[in-house]
């Protein structure tokens, strides 16, 4: 299966910080979706992004597919915004999830 | 419904038990997804079901789990004898149609624990 890497593994910022968290992905793709899972465990559908640029409030998101990779930008970060960040990708119609980025935000 | 739901939220059994995790998907969704969150394997695919029919199997771990959809709507997961190493939650999604161009939509999960 396609092989998917996220970046970095582990992230603590101050809240009203930046962030960009990345996502590398093996071969061509036709879906990438970005997921944040929340502390009871619910993933949250953030984007479906498998190529261009998106944003939504203080989150956007740019996959250049060409090069494999996509970006998800986090901007004057909340304590709500804490948990784990997950980029999935598929050819065909199973997600293939990598290990995810875990942020703690801090008041 | 409003979302993809998931019964029973919790369950521990115990080891050599079966166990049944239902799964309701969105309304008019026709494809339907099983996936696993383990600490050791993280987040993994288990079967696709387009309408009542599962053309991919090939995500099920072993011969003790099985699947199935009836009227094209709710799905169940069963694991016979479980073992400790299912304790996992147990996540079901849904899309519209099944393309590969399309959101899936996850449910809150099945927390499932074998002692």
């Known amino acids: 299966g396609i092989q998917v890497e996220q970046s970095p593994p582990d992230l603590i910022l101050q809240e009203g910080a930046n962030s960009t968290l990345r996502c590398n992905f093996s071969?061509?793709?036709?879906?990438l979706q970005w997921f944040h899972q929340n502390p009871w465990g619910q993933l949250i559908n953030l984007f479906y992004i498998p190529s261009g640029t998106k944003q939504n409030g203080r989150l956007s998101a740019t996959t250049v597919a060409t090069e494999r990779y996509s970006l998800l930008y986090i901007s004057s970060s909340q304590t709500t915004d804490s948990g784990v960040y997950f980029c999935?990708?598929?050819?065909?119609?199973?997600?293939?999830f990598g290990k995810g980025t875990s942020l703690l935000v801090t008041p | 419904g409003a979302g993809v739901s998931q019964s029973p939220s919790n369950k521990v059994t115990e080891k050599g038990k079966d166990v049944e995790l239902r799964c309701d998907p969105i309304?008019?969704?026709?494809?339907l997804y099983w996936y696993r969150q383990s600490l050791g394997q993280g987040l993994e695919f288990l079967i696709y079901f387009q309408g009542n029919s599962a053309p991919d199997k090939s995500g099920l771990p072993s011969d003790r789990f099985s699947a199935e959809r009836t009227g094209g709507s709710v799905s169940t997961l069963t694991i016979q004898r479980t073992q400790q190493e299912d304790s996992a939650v147990y996540l079901c999604?849904?899309?519209?149609?099944?393309?590969?161009?399309?959101?899936?939509?996850f449910g809150p999960g099945t927390r499932l624990l074998v002692l």
């Open positions: 999604a849904s899309s519209f149609m099944g393309g590969a161009q399309e959101t899936q939509y």
């Open positions: 309304s008019g969704h026709t494809a």
């Open positions: 999935a990708v598929t050819s065909g119609y199973a997600l293939n």
């Open positions: 071969d061509s793709v036709n879906n």
